[in-house]
């Protein structure tokens, strides 16, 4: 239903998100069982998630460090791939319904990648396990070569890694998570007829947002650096056309990922952009100026669970537009704050909390 000024919509999915463990856990996990009814969960902790008994662990955790522990909210568990994965006891993670899907990260990607995997061909047996068995592959897209230009690691992943990956098992299920290029626009559209909607592709709301001149406008701003790193305005606006496109195999994925003020604010900064605060927001923001508000439902709360098989979620949620400026820095117990990415930012949509849905 919409309106000029409402707009409510199914309650939408985010399938991708760091939710990090411990105090930071605790501070940034209500964000998102605020406005998402399930989220895939990434692995890279530290040590990362690897075992059945991890997810279950953490699973726990996170429901614990939600309010009320969290109704209504799911979060969907994804096993971190490393070299020695064994493909049965993956598989036995799948069957029990704990793993949800597997994470790729090429190891020395981005962070805490550095178990990841090292040599695809290794992993082979794994890959043709989780075809047989419809699991779903998650992978972080960019090559980790030091020779390879940092704005071209997706564009050279997807040749060199993805391309080859996919012709050597047909079938597996698989999402290019948080493509920031024109390229991958055109590569996982392209597979469509061939792999009969088995490649699916997550957008980040910040990558239809910033480009890379956002990066160093004035100065430095770390606060925008993630990984894969904003690109130039030309892939911003192919994003932002492949988001609104109506198309099935691009859904909604945050990639909120917190790091604590002081971590990035310095001489090696960690990548990641906190969005989940205004998440949605964000996204409705984009897609209003885009014309396309019409088409938010389906990218944000229906094409990623029909991906992963899962049923719609029966809620609802509604939004307005205009509200209050915040995007005040998130406390994090014991270690400081987290800056939001809507910080200085107009929000053009305000989530309605349920007390003010209900008034
Ligand atoms: O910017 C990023 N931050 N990209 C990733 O792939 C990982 C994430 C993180 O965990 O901080
Ligand atoms: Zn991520």
């Known amino acids: ?110 962070t805490n990648s ?49 391309d080859p990956l996919l012709a050597r098992v047909p079938g597996l299920k698989a999402v290019l998570e948080h493509i920031t290029t024109a390229d991958a626009v055109e590569y996982v559209r392209g597979q469509k007829d061939a792999r009969e909607g088995s490649l699916g592709a997550t957008i980040t709301a910040h990558h239809l947002i910033i480009n890379r001149n956002a990066i160093f406008e004035g100065g430095l701003r ?22 609104t496109s109506g198309e099935p195999w691009f859904f909604l994925g ?21 969005s989940a605060p205004a998440a949605l927001e964000l996204y409705t923001q984009v897609f209003d100026e885009e014309g396309a508000l019409g088409k938010l439902e389906g990218f944000a709360s229906v094409y990623g669970a029909e991906f992963y098989g899962l049923p719609l979620n029966e809620g609802r949620v509604t939004l307005a537009r205009g509200g209050p400026p915040d995007g005040e820095p998130v406390n994090v117990d014991g270690s400081g704050a987290v800056l939001p990415f809507h910080a200085g930012r107009e929000l053009a949509w305000r989530l309605k909390t349920n007390e003010e849905e209900r008034s």
Request: charged residues 20%; glycine residues 8%; negative net charge.
């Open 1 to 110: 239903m919409s309106s000029s000024d409402h707009l409510t919509l199914r309650r939408p999915d985010d399938w991708h998100v760091h939710l990090r463990d411990g105090d930071m856990l605790r501070a940034v996990a209500p964000f998102t069982a605020r406005q998402f009814g399930r989220a895939i969960v990434m692995p890279n902790l530290v040590p990362p998630v690897t075992t059945l008994a991890d997810a279950v662990a953490y699973r726990r955790r996170i429901i614990n460090a939600l309010p009320e522990g969290g109704p209504g909210f799911q979060p969907l568990m994804t096993c971190y791939l490393t070299d020695t994965t064994d493909p049965d006891a993956l598989a036995a993670g799948f069957a029990d319904g704990v793993f949800t899907a597997a994470k790729l990260f090429p190891a020395g990607a981005t």
């Open 254 to 274: 945050t990639d909120s990922a917190p790091h604590e003020v002081g971590a990035k604010q310095a001489a090696c900064g960690c990548a990641g952009i906190f």
């Open 222 to 243: 770390p606060h925008h650096y993630c990984l894969p790193v904003a690109k130039r305005e030309a892939h911003r606006i192919a994003l932002r056309q492949a988001a």
């Open 114 to 162: 550095e178990l990841g995997v090292t040599d695809m061909g290794k992993l082979d047996a794994v890959f043709e396990r989780m075809t047989e068995i419809g699991m779903p592959l998650l992978i972080h897209g960019e090559v980790t070569d030091a020779e390879v230009d940092v704005f071209d690691r997706e564009a050279v992943f997807i040749d060199k890694v993805l």
